[in-house]
């Protein structure tokens, strides 16, 4: 098992940034697919940023994050980092760790069903 846990979510207004954390409470996540999903209400949840297990670590993002989006992880930490910054009031969701220990490519990496572990999420709203 590995469950995860995001935290770092809250409500901001636009413009400003936040820093989602995902961490597992058990086992490592270092050589990992890792992914960060969103969900608002009454929408699919959909591929944010994701991360390859492999050691050149290939990022792979959504177009609408795209310069304003960044993933990170420490391995050393055992922690995966989600970079909010310029945030608009369409990021407003609730944010979702997933990790599975499957090779992906840029096409299944951005299909939640391809992950077997997920966080519980947190919640980003984005509002003046």
């Known amino acids: 098992q590995l469950p995860l846990v995001e935290s770092g979510g809250g409500w901001v207004q636009p413009g400003a940034s936040l820093r989602l954390t995902c961490e597992p409470s058990g086992g490592t996540i270092s050589t990992n697919t890792m992914a960060w999903f969103r969900q608002a209400p009454g929408k699919e949840r959909e591929f944010v940023i994701g991360i390859r297990g492999n050691s050149g670590g290939q990022k792979f993002y959504a177009d609408s994050i795209k310069g304003r989006f960044t993933l990170s992880r420490d391995n050393g930490k055992n922690a995966m980092y989600l970079q909010m910054n310029s945030l608009k009031p369409e990021d407003t969701a609730t944010y979702y760790c997933?990790?599975?220990?499957?090779?992906?490519?840029?096409?299944?990496?951005?299909?939640?069903?391809?992950?077997?572990?997920w966080g519980q999420g947190t919640q980003v709203t984005v509002s003046s």
């Open positions: 997933a990790s599975d220990n499957k090779f992906m490519i840029a096409s299944t990496i951005r299909v939640p069903t391809n992950y077997r572990y």
